[in-house]
């Protein structure tokens, strides 16, 4: 059976075949200007299953209903979080209330057998969740990314007007640019630190790092940590575990 599996955040769309993740492929990815239907998409055939992460508005969510029945006649199956899944015990009051995209990425790190982890998701958000050795979820923290920093700064400041993606300088900057990038990159490392090392403080067992999103590399990189382990594509992997455990 061939089941599409699509990862939607606030970005881009991802996807992958259940095939092509089993093969180890990278996802495709596109950003949807004006709700455009990519052409990538459009090509695949023998699609007979759909299941969806979102973490877009109803309205969005809406329009890939129907672009899915219209491309290929199927109703995609949208992932919602819920108390317990494919091993791992939410730990939200409200299970629901928690976002698929980290539901999806916890399944898939539990799934990785490295005991107790600090499940990094690097977009245009930055979530962190931990997720002790037998499964369970013990909290998270969400932060702005590293764009959304920057964007922070540009409009809420007279003078500070820095809109390119410049390389992290790794010591103090000299410029404004520098100091910007350099300072957004400080707050997102200051900020994974200090949450290992709570969570570290909080269990008995080894913390691991596992990290995704479009910037994990990049902090990974910065964190200068060999245990580090940066999987791309976790949402996608967690949401073959959501669709195949139901």
Not at 162 to 168: F, Q
Not at 173 to 195: D, I, N
Request: hydrophobic share 45%; proline share 3%.
């Amino acid at each position: 059976m061939s089941i599409l599996l699509m990862d939607w955040g606030n970005t881009r769309l991802k996807w992958l075949t259940s095939d092509e993740l089993d093969q180890g492929q990278v996802a495709q990815a596109a950003r949807l200007q004006e709700r455009h239907w990519p052409d990538a998409l459009r090509a695949l055939s023998h699609v007979q299953r759909v299941w969806v992460s979102s973490v877009r508005s109803p309205a969005d969510e809406a329009w890939l209903h129907e672009s899915c029945l219209n491309c290929w006649g199927i109703k995609p199956e949208f992932a919602r979080s819920e108390a317990y899944c494919a091993g791992v015990t939410n730990a939200y009051r409200e299970p629901d209330r928690l976002g698929v995209d980290r539901w999806m990425a916890m399944l898939a790190a539990h799934h990785l057998g490295l005991g107790a982890v600090l499940v990094v998701d690097a977009g245009t958000a930055v979530t962190l969740d931990a997720l002790d050795a037998q499964g369970r979820h013990v909290g998270g923290f969400i932060v702005p990314g590293y764009e959304l920093m920057l964007q922070a700064l540009n409009q809420h400041t007279a003078r500070i007007n820095v809109t390119e993606m410049m390389a992290w300088p790794s010591s103090f900057g000299c410029s404004t640019a520098e100091a910007v990038a350099g300072g957004a990159m400080q707050a997102l490392l200051g900020t994974l630190q200090r949450s290992h090392a709570l969570f570290c403080r909080q269990t008995a067992d080894r913390v691991n790092w596992v990290l995704t999103g479009g910037w994990g590399e990049r902090l990974a990189e910065a964190l200068e940590i060999p245990s580090v382990a940066v999987h791309r594509d976790l949402v996608l992997k967690g949401l073959s575990l959501w669709g195949t455990s139901r």
